[in-house]
């Protein structure tokens, strides 16, 4: 997991808590010793320590704390990939092109990095399918991120999100329709 995500992890927690709760949460996973820096990919365990922790101590499940993650990631990620968002887009057009823009630099740029493949299907103007892939098996983070554009682009009350398969596969389909 590239570091970037992880400290940003780490400002939700603190935002949404306070430090000490990181901090706890970091000792709990064994990870008291580690700094995330933003240039570093980190093992996958990492996260997943991390998000085990944190759904043991809010009674959340994990899907839904990636969900909330993602949601909260989507503002930064917008900053981070502005240079490659068309003005006129909006939930739908950033779906269908994270996969050739947004991810296509990832990989290109950290090779060593992996973010999941998402094979968007376009079904009309206002409905598209997500197959996500990925053997992190996290696509409540990528339904967090659909939610967050949303609210990001104002449609929030306009977007339905639908995992069609389960949640936690290495594959999962994702129905997005805009009423």
């Known amino acids: 997991m590239h570091g970037t995500v992880l400290m940003l992890l780490k400002r939700y927690v603190q935002t949404q808590y306070d430090h000490s709760t990181w901090l706890k949460l970091m000792e709990l996973s064994g990870l008291e010793n580690v ?21 043991e101590m809010t009674g959340l499940s994990a899907g839904e704390l990636h969900e909330k993650f993602g949601e909260y990631l ?9 240079k490659y968002v068309q003005p006129e887009w909006k939930t ?3 779906i269908e092109h994270t996969e050739l823009t947004m991810h296509k630099q990832v990989r290109r740029e ?12 376009r079904l009309g103007e206002n409905e598209l399918i997500i ?7 996290m696509s409540g ?5 659909v939610r967050g554009l949303a609210t990001y682009f104002d449609e929030a009350d306009r977007i339905d999100v639908m995992p069609t398969t389960s949640h936690d596969g290495e594959r999962v389909r994702i129905h997005v329709r805009r009423t």
Not at 35 to 55: C, M, R, S, W
Not at 74 to 82: I, K, N, R, T
């Open 35 to 55: 700094e995330f820096d933003h240039k570093t990919v980190y093992p996958d365990e990492n996260i997943y320590a991390l998000v085990g922790q944190a759904a």
């Open 74 to 82: 989507v503002p930064d990620l917008m900053f981070m990939y502005q």
């Open 92 to 94: 739908l057009d950033m």
């Open 110 to 121: 950290h090779p060593e990095n992996s973010p999941p493949v998402l094979n968007v299907k």
């Open 131 to 137: 197959d996500y892939v990925s053997p992190r098996r």
């Open 141 to 145: 983070l990528a339904v967090g991120i």
